[in-house]
C-alpha cells in the first residue's frame, strides 16, 4: 500500500461508522479498489480498514470471517495441516503459536497467498490482527457462516476458548508484566 493511501486512511473520517453503531445498526464494511495519488488504483484490504476502525472505536474484540476455520501452519487444503487455536502477539509485532504446541517448534508456520487474492490474504489478515491485538484488543479468525463464527461474535468464546470452538485467537502478551 502506498503511503499517499496510508495516509489517506490514517485521516479518514470514521466518525460516521461510529454514529451508525451508536444509532443500532450494524456496518458491513470491505475492501474495495480506490483511487491513489500514487498507483492510480490500488485495493485497499478490508483488514487494513477494520484495524483503523480499531484503533479509533476500541471495541473490546474484533471478528474477522473467512472461508476457513482460521489460521492454520500451512495452507489448509494439505494433508495434516492443523488449525492454530490461539497466537500470541508480542510489543514488537512479532507473533507465536500458543496452542497447539507443534510438534517442530522449529519450524516456520507457512503462510502463502493465493495467486487470485490480492489483498494480501491471509498474511496480510495476521499482520493487521496482529496489530490489532497490540492495541490490547482479542481478535478471532473463524470460518464465516458457522456455529463458530456466531460463537465469536456473540462474544461467547472470550477469554479462555472452549475446547468446542473451531478457529483462532490473537492476544497480545505483555512481556513486561511480572506475574510472580
Known amino acids: 500500500m502506498s503511503e499517499a493511501l496510508q ?12 454514529k451508525a453503531i451508536d444509532s ?18 490500488t485495493i485497499l484490504s478490508g483488514d487494513v480498514i477494520i484495524r483503523h476502525l480499531a484503533a479509533y472505536l476500541k471495541p473490546e474484540y ?6 476457513v476455520l482460521g489460521v492454520y501452519d500451512r495452507p489448509p487444503s494439505e494433508p495434516d495441516a492443523i488449525l492454530l487455536r490461539e497466537i500470541a502477539v508480542n510489543e514488537d509485532g512479532s507473533w507465536s503459536v500458543v496452542k497447539p504446541t ?7 508456520v507457512e503462510i502463502t497467498v493465493a495467486a487470485h487474492d490480492t489483498t494480501g490474504g491471509m ?49 497480545f502478551v505483555d512481556k513486561g508484566i511480572d506475574c510472580s
Open 7 to 18: 495516509k489517506s486512511i490514517a485521516s479518514a473520517d470514521l466518525s460516521m461508522v461510529a
Open 24 to 41: 443500532g445498526f450494524v456496518p458491513v464494511l470491505h475492501g474495495d479498489a480506490v483511487l491513489d495519488e500514487l498507483q492510480g488504483c
Open 62 to 67: 474484533v471478528v474477522f470471517l473467512t472461508d
Open 102 to 108: 507443534l510438534q517442530n517448534a522449529n519450524e516456520q
Open 123 to 171: 498474511v496480510t489478515k495476521i499482520s493487521e490482527a496482529a496489530l490489532i491485538a497490540k492495541l490490547g484488543i482479542d481478535v478471532y479468525i473463524v470460518k464465516a457462516a458457522t456455529s463458530h463464527s456466531l460463537r465469536a461474535l456473540s462474544g461467547e468464546v472470550r477469554g479462555t476458548i472452549p475446547d468446542d470452538w473451531f478457529g483462532t485467537v490473537l492476544r
